[in-house]
């Protein structure tokens, strides 16, 4: 799985994940970034790699719409791909989660493509999740950069988490 950070901070919106690719048994380690700007969005994801393909601009040309447009967007676009399950309730869901920065405002889109903010400024998505949100907790006390406090919650997740690790990469916008 993987361990994507997302920090909201003066107007900027920073964006970090690791760099691994996991299964039940291998891990590999992505060329791709989980992280990546796509026109006026700053995107990171877990979940499905290609669900993350996708969402880069290759695929979903430059958006430039409102926050909840643009989750429609995605979610015709992964449907456009057969990236959509249905669960036992026929509810159509994403292989993947999203942090998305927008107009400096951080957003968690879940797989049921719900549309979250946090009072916190601050959030994590993926299986290093837990792991990291204990780290920004901690670190929100302190005087640290966004960047250096995305690190450290992706290393304190690949410490304790065996499907997070590799190469850290942070974007912001």
Do not use: W
Request: include cysteine; hydrophobic fraction near 35%; charged fraction near 20%.
């Amino acid at each position: 799985m993987s361990c994507i950070v997302g920090i909201e901070s003066d107007g900027i919106v920073y964006i970090g994940s690791d760099s691994l690719a996991s299964s039940e048994n291998d891990i590999r380690h992505l060329k791709e970034h989980k992280t990546f700007i796509n026109g006026e969005y700053l995107i990171g994801f877990c979940g499905s790699p290609r669900s993350g393909q996708i969402l880069g601009p290759k695929y979903l040309a430059h958006p430039e719409e409102p926050i909840e447009e643009f989750v429609d967007q995605i979610k015709n676009q992964l449907n456009d791909y057969n990236l959509l399950i249905e669960d036992n309730e026929n509810s159509v869901l994403s292989l993947s989660n999203f942090l998305i920065g927008y107009n400096g405002n951080l957003y968690q889109v879940y797989n049921d493509f719900y549309i979250g903010q946090f009072k916190e400024k601050y959030t994590a998505i993926g299986s290093g999740e837990s792991y990291a949100l204990g780290s920004l907790y901690e670190t929100s006390k302190l005087d640290i950069s966004p960047e250096n406090r995305i690190r450290l919650a992706i290393k304190c997740a690949s410490y304790f988490c065996s499907s997070v690790g590799g190469k850290i990469v942070i974007k912001s916008m």
